[in-house]
């Protein structure tokens, strides 16, 4: 586990590292995006997947949230599906992903590249430099790469889905060939990540949307050692690295060895509870009900306070939401949200 100093005027690098502040920080999942007004004036003139591989763009995108909000971090404007391009995989956003040929055979696994990490997706390192010239000091740039076992699931799926029963299925039929996808795609996210550190990006985030499809025993079989792997290739790097098990609670036990410095956790699962599980070691991030943000002012008030009482008075929450914002949230609730954390988290240092 990284106890790097970088940042040390960030309120958010120094939460990563359970170190005191003078206020619990707040950034929130896809603050870049569709609830904003001026993200959709951006979107109108052109498509999702141009947006994502247009630098002067998606860094716009990717800062109007902290220039709207001021919030304590961003994070890169991108998609988890990006890097898989560099791998020969066809597919195109519909408005989610559709990957063309879902991978089935051994011939299709075998033919997936692992591309040089400057070759793949170079106009994500670009991005991340023109962000890095424009963004405040205190406020870092969240990199980002979906972790293998999700991307595992859109690449044997085919797209998404509620149940991944087709990916799901092929992991219990083909463990073999399921192990080489995921052996690639770790090696892939490993370059991915580390050239993002070296474009200018100050922490680092794996999102596994779908590792909640698995039980403990899977987890560890298949999706846990790609994510130890990651973490621990990338820890030279000395920057903050986050992990985000949705709908892992049942998996929080094994979680806390991956050597992840903090840890998202979505709203079924107190913050209380899963620092209890986790350790005071592993910060924790987290876990508005993005719908909250619909409750009566008085409502969403409670729920905001609720969250930082879970969290304890012990250093080491970064105030989130416990998945990504609905893209039909207005933004007065999120500046009430920003200021409410902010108000209620001031501490006597």
Request: glycine letters at 6%.
């Amino acid at each position: 586990m990284s106890t790097s100093t970088i940042g040390a005027e960030s309120l958010f690098i120094s939460a990563c590292y359970c170190k005191p502040t003078q206020r619990t920080p707040i950034w929130i999942m896809r603050q870049a995006g569709r609830y904003l007004p001026e993200y959709r004036k951006i979107r109108s003139q052109v498509d999702f997947l141009s947006l994502t591989k247009t630098p002067e763009l998606a860094a716009e995108v990717t800062l109007q949230p902290v220039r709207r909000f001021e919030m304590d971090a961003a994070i890169l404007f991108s998609d988890i599906m990006t890097p898989v391009e560099g791998m020969g995989v066809e597919m195109e956003f519909s408005p989610g992903p559709v990957i063309k040929n879902p991978l089935r055979t051994a011939e299709q696994i075998e033919e997936l590249r692992i591309p040089e990490s400057g070759e793949n997706a170079p106009f994500v390192a670009e991005t991340i430099r023109i962000i890095d010239r424009e963004l405040p000091s205190s406020v870092p740039l969240i990199g980002f790469a979906g972790a293998p076992f999700t991307l595992f699931c859109y690449l044997v799926e085919g797209g998404g889905s509620k149940t991944f029963s087709q990916a799901k299925s092929f992991l219990f039929a083909e463990p073999r060939l399921s192990r080489i996808i995921l052996e690639k795609l770790t090696e892939v996210m490993i370059g991915y990540l580390e050239a993002q550190v070296q474009a200018g990006a100050k922490a680092l985030m794996i999102f596994d949307s779908w590792v909640g499809l698995l039980a403990d025993t899977d987890y560890k079989a298949f999706a846990y050692p790609s994510v130890c792997r990651i973490i621990e290739s990338l820890d030279h790097l000395d920057v903050p690295l986050i992990y985000f098990p949705n709908q892992g609670a049942t998996l929080l036990g094994t979680v806390k060895n991956c050597g992840a410095d903090v840890v998202g956790v979505d709203w079924r699962t107190s913050l209380s509870v899963a620092r209890n599980v986790l350790g005071p070691d592993i910060a924790v991030q987290g876990n508005l009900d993005p719908m909250a943000l619909f409750a009566s002012k008085e409502d969403l008030e409670s729920r905001i306070d609720d969250v930082l009482r879970e969290a304890g008075e012990e250093a080491g929450h970064i105030f989130n939401l416990g998945h990504g914002i609905d893209k039909n949230t207005d933004p007065d609730r999120v500046a009430f949200l920003v200021d409410r954390v902010r108000e209620r988290s001031q501490r006597n240092l």
